[in-house]
C-alpha cells in the first residue's frame, strides 16, 4: 500500500495571508490526524477527523481549521498567517482511530516571512 | 490534560552499548504509547508500542517496558548501531475514548558513535 502523503512538501507565504495543506491518508484508513511540529513547542495536536467529521481539537487558535472529504482525503487552512506559524505540518493516518497505530505523512514544511 | 515528559534531551553512546530513554505521563487513563523515531529531514515512524494490558514488549533489539502504577514507560535499545541515530519521541493516548489524540514527548536526540 502507498504511504501517507501530503502536498505540497515546502511552502513559503508572507504574514497575512493563507494556505491549505492536503494529506491523503493511507487506502482503507478514515482517521486523520494533524500535528505541528516546531523545535521549541515539538509535536503538538491540531485536530483529529474520521468520516468527514472533527472528533477531537487541540489547543490552537481559531485560525487553524481543516476538513475530511469522503474520500478520506484532509485539507488544513491556516488563515492571517503569522511568523510563529512557521513548522513542519504532519498528518498522520490510521484505519479507525482510538488508540491504533498512526502513520505519518512526510509532512509540509511552512514558512511565513 | 494529559502532558508526557521525556529525558534525556540528548544522549550519546557508543557503537554497541545500550541507550534507555524514559518518559513518564499524567493521565491514569492513558493506554496506548508508541514510540517514534525521526531521522534528520524525514517523517516520525513508529518502531514499538505498547498498550496497558502489557508491562513488557520487545522486538530484536528494541523493548519497551511499562510501569502503570509509576505511570512511566522506557525505551531500550540493545547493541545500539550509527544508524539508530535518530530523534526519539515516546507519546501517550487514551484508546477508548473513540478518537485519536497523540500527545508527544520533547524527543531525545541520541547520538550512536562508531
Known amino acids: 500500500k502507498a504511504g501517507v502523503t501530503q502536498t505540497p512538501r515546502y511552502l513559503i507565504k508572507t504574514r497575512g495571508q493563507q494556505v491549505t495543506l492536503s494529506c491523503s491518508p493511507i487506502s482503507g484508513h478514515r482517521s486523520v490526524s494533524w500535528y505541528q511540529q516546531t523545535p521549541g513547542q515539538g509535536l503538538q495536536f491540531l485536530f483529529e477527523?474520521?468520516?468527514?467529521?472533527?472528533?477531537n481539537k487541540g489547543n490552537f487558535p481559531g485560525r487553524f481549521s481543516g476538513r475530511q472529504f469522503s474520500n478520506s482525503r484532509s485539507e488544513m487552512n491556516v488563515s492571517t498567517l503569522e511568523l510563529g506559524d512557521s513548522a513542519l505540518y504532519l498528518c498522520?493516518?490510521?484505519?479507525?482511530?482510538?488508540?491504533?497505530?498512526?502513520?505519518f505523512g512526510p509532512g509540509t514544511r511552512l514558512l511565513v516571512l | 490534560g494529559e502532558n508526557v515528559e521525556q529525558h534525556p534531551s540528548t544522549l550519546s553512546v557508543q557503537e554497541g552499548d545500550s541507550a534507555v530513554i524514559k518518559c513518564t505521563y499524567s493521565?491514569?487513563?492513558?493506554?496506548?504509547f508508541p514510540w517514534y523515531k525521526q531521522e534528520l529531514g524525514k517523517r516520525p515512524q513508529l518502531i514499538i508500542d505498547?498498550?496497558?494490558?502489557?508491562g513488557e514488549k520487545k522486538d530484536q533489539r528494541i523493548a519497551v517496558t511499562l510501569n502503570k502504577t509509576a505511570k512511566h514507560f522506557s525505551l531500550h535499545i540493545t547493541e545500539t548501531q550509527p544508524e539508530d541515530s535518530a530523534v526519539y519521541f515516546c507519546a501517550a493516548s487514551k484508546g477508548n475514548t473513540g478518537f485519536q489524540k497523540l500527545v508527544f514527548g520533547t524527543g531525545t536526540r541520541l547520538l550512536v558513535s562508531p
Open positions: 505498547i498498550r496497558s494490558n502489557v
Open positions: 498522520a493516518s490510521s484505519f479507525s482511530g482510538s488508540g491504533e497505530t498512526q502513520y
Open positions: 477527523y474520521f468520516s468527514e467529521t472533527q472528533r
Open positions: 493521565d491514569s487513563a492513558s493506554n496506548y
